[in-house]
């Protein structure tokens, strides 16, 4: 494979003009964070945020005529929003108890529901916890897709036993990555496991958008999102920016993990997406020898929590190595062991999510039957 160099991509794009100032992007510096990995080739174009309509053409032509070098196999240009000092400009959050803005962006019009998998802080089992959600999912019958939006800590490609990059067609739209019968996009299929994002806000809200609007899809009956751990302005952006059906919390019961949850149901709140409910992760530890159950991080807070809140408690996962070692071996415990305990814990919580979303009556019926779930409709 012939080898890309950052020089021939700034050169490529010495060809593609700003139509508002008459010369190149390379020659009026506006591009930046080139990245090139295997063929695949990945940069930003800094604007005015008040051009960016205007600008889409350019992108898409920057696009082009880098995807004509010899050796591109995909190329993917981000607007990044820049204030007239040249400082970076994420979208501003609301003021607190704001009502949500008007204009959210519709999704890919094959996908029926969309669902964030959000934690108030790291290390709760957020990522183990969305893998094992959407292979529950899918056992129930359904279509499923992962889109890991934690940009800077990309897990599912790991997690989902899944290497390689995505291929794409025409240079454009990506074709995703897939195991277990999941589709799946990660910025973890396009950059090296062991090599840090560096990225402004802007940069990964283009880079987010565009896994979810550049992707083939196709149909799907529910696309998790694993969201980045917190609630600054990358999540609260992307929960504003994407048409989600809902959400669900994922916290251990201790209670330095439950405040953090709270603030996370609550920045769903404020941005009108409904919360599904709560889960309980690491919630109880059953040893192996001698089967004594330990409450490492305390027990049942999540159930009061939820209560408190006022939504569901969706269920509570024990603290347990196999589910660890699964998720980590790229084989989660819900396809390892499908007829184990911990396959039928995910599996009623997929129940519980899909009957919110849906109105069906898995118990009933036995299973996801046909799927009459309204499509997303945004105002």
């Known amino acids: 494979m012939t080898n890309i160099t950052e020089q021939q991509v700034i050169d490529a794009l010495g060809g593609v003009t700003d139509p508002a100032r008459g010369q190149s992007l390379s020659a009026l510096g506006m591009i930046s964070g080139v990245a090139i990995k295997d063929g695949n080739v990945q940069f930003s174009i800094e604007i005015d945020p008040a051009r960016a309509e205007q600008m889409e053409p350019v992108r898409k032509a920057a696009e082009e005529a880098v995807h004509g070098l010899t050796g591109v196999l995909s190329v993917t240009a981000i607007l990044t929003a820049e204030s007239a000092a040249g400082g970076a400009k994420a979208a501003p959050a609301p003021e607190a108890g704001a009502p949500p803005r008007p204009g959210r962006k519709a999704g890919p019009s094959g996908i029926t529901h969309i ?4 934690s108030g802080k790291g290390g709760v089992g957020k990522s183990t916890t969305a893998v094992n959600l959407a292979l529950a ?3 129930l019958n359904l279509k499923v897709g992962m889109l890991d939006a934690d940009v800077f800590g990309p897990s599912q490609p790991r997690m989902l036993g899944i290497s390689g990059r995505p291929d794409s067609a025409d240079g454009k739209i990506l074709e995703p990555m897939e195991n277990f019968g999941i589709k799946a996009m990660s910025i973890g299929f396009l950059v090296a496991e062991d090599q840090p994002v560096v990225w402004r806000g802007p940069m990964v809200m283009g880079a987010l958008q565009q896994m979810l609007s550049d992707v083939n899809w196709g149909e799907l009956d529910v696309l998790i999102v694993d969201m980045p751990p917190g609630t600054g302005d990358a999540q609260l952006t992307m929960a504003q920016n994407v048409p989600l059906a809902g959400s669900v919390i994922v916290s251990t019961p201790q209670d330095i993990a439950l405040i953090d949850a709270r603030k996370g149901l609550n920045m769903f709140r404020k941005v009108d997406v409904p919360v599904l409910g709560i889960i309980e992760n690491m919630s109880l530890f059953i040893c192996p020898n001698c089967g004594h159950e330990s409450h490492i991080f305390g027990h049942g807070g999540a159930r009061e929590e939820a209560d408190k809140l006022g939504v569901d408690f969706l269920g509570e996962v024990p603290l347990n190595i196999d589910i ?18 911990h396959a039928q814990t995910y599996r009623r919580i997929a129940m519980a999510v899909w009957e919110k979303l849906s109105g069906e009556d898995m118990e009933n019926r036995g299973g996801a039957g046909t799927r009459a779930a309204p499509k997303i409709v945004i105002q």
């Open 324 to 341: 660890r070692t699964h998720a980590d071996g790229g084989n989660p415990i819900v396809e390892a062991e499908p007829d184990g305990p």
């Open 115 to 118: 669902v964030a998998v959000a």
């Open 137 to 139: 999912l899918k056992h």
